[in-house]
């Protein structure tokens, strides 16, 4: 960065900007969705390699994803649903890379998904092209699949929201106790997250989806990441759920365990059960 005989940085614009996370969005302002849109994401993202650090391998950097709202065209290609599109929703899986991991992670998640009071539609893996992926990706990745749900005739909108994300919080703490390596990136009835442990203009390449000319959506979140103090994961790609940030919550571990300190005192009123399956 250049300075000022004053000391002050110079406006030089955020173009060359390489101290933190690259993040940012397209939306079309009527909702109408189309592939352009992300297609203009992935391209925003790949632009953003610089904001973030990569491994000697060339490839494994600190992470770089996209949100989008759920890609019906593609799912009903390669599942048999017959339910509308506003009663679906999709759970994006990172699952044990060993197959008897994977395979008890899988019948957790099923078995979480009917005692939730959700229909179980079916399992999509995700396809993917390992040559995207660095040495040490590819050393830590894990099964990339798709688990799709529909609601019962009886839960519908902030009903159906709630129980998903019970079903998401109860998935992670069932396999935290059974020593299984059970991450979920995005569990919603309206948007999902493709991430990856790479740089950005790799990510297109890595996940055929994003290609895929009949995957439409109306917004797209993308992120590049800076890690600084925390080591690149697959899980700390982002965006994450909900929002995709610059910068770190350093006091996040600290927040965490104020709160399960807490946690026998908390109480759902529209989730009276939940108790039981925290």
């Not at 900007?17 to 925003?44: M, N, P, W, Y």
């Not at 899986?93 to 899988?106: I, S, T, Y």
């Amino acid at each position: 960065m250049r300075r000022l005989v004053t000391g002050r940085p110079m406006n030089d614009g955020l173009a060359t900007e390489r101290d933190a996370c690259g993040v940012g969005f397209v939306a079309d302002a009527r909702g109408r969705r189309s592939h352009t849109i992300l297609q203009h994401a992935l391209t925003a993202v790949a632009n953003l390699s610089h904001r973030g650090a990569v491994a000697a391998d060339g490839k494994t950097g600190d992470g770089a994803g996209v949100m989008t709202q759920l890609p019906y065209a593609v799912l009903r290609r390669d599942l048999d649903i017959r339910a509308p599109d506003d009663h679906l929703a999709v759970g994006m899986c990172f699952l044990p890379a060993a197959l008897r991991d994977r395979e008890r992670a899988m019948a957790l998640v099923q078995e979480v998904i009917a005692q939730t009071g959700l229909r179980l539609v079916g399992w999509r893996d995700v396809p993917t092209d390992l040559d995207a992926l660095g040495d040490h990706a590819r050393a830590t990745q894990p099964h990339i699949a798709q688990v799709v749900v529909a609601q019962p005739g009886t839960m519908a909108g902030d009903a159906f929201d709630r129980a998903l994300y019970l079903c998401r919080r109860w998935m992670e703490r069932r396999a935290g106790e059974a020593g299984l390596a059970l991450y979920v990136p995005s569990c919603s009835r309206r948007t999902v997250v493709y991430k990856a442990l790479l740089t950005s203009p790799w990510l297109s390449r890595f996940y055929h989806d994003l290609t895929d000319p009949i995957y439409e959506t109306a917004l797209a979140v993308f992120h590049q990441r800076y890690s600084t103090n925390t080591f690149p994961s697959w899980s700390l790609a982002q965006p994450f759920r909900f929002l995709a940030h610059n910068g770190e919550i350093n006091t996040l571990s600290g927040n965490v365990h104020w709160m399960q300190a807490r946690d026998p005192e908390l109480r759902a009123e529209r989730q009276r059960d939940a108790g039981q399956r925290r």
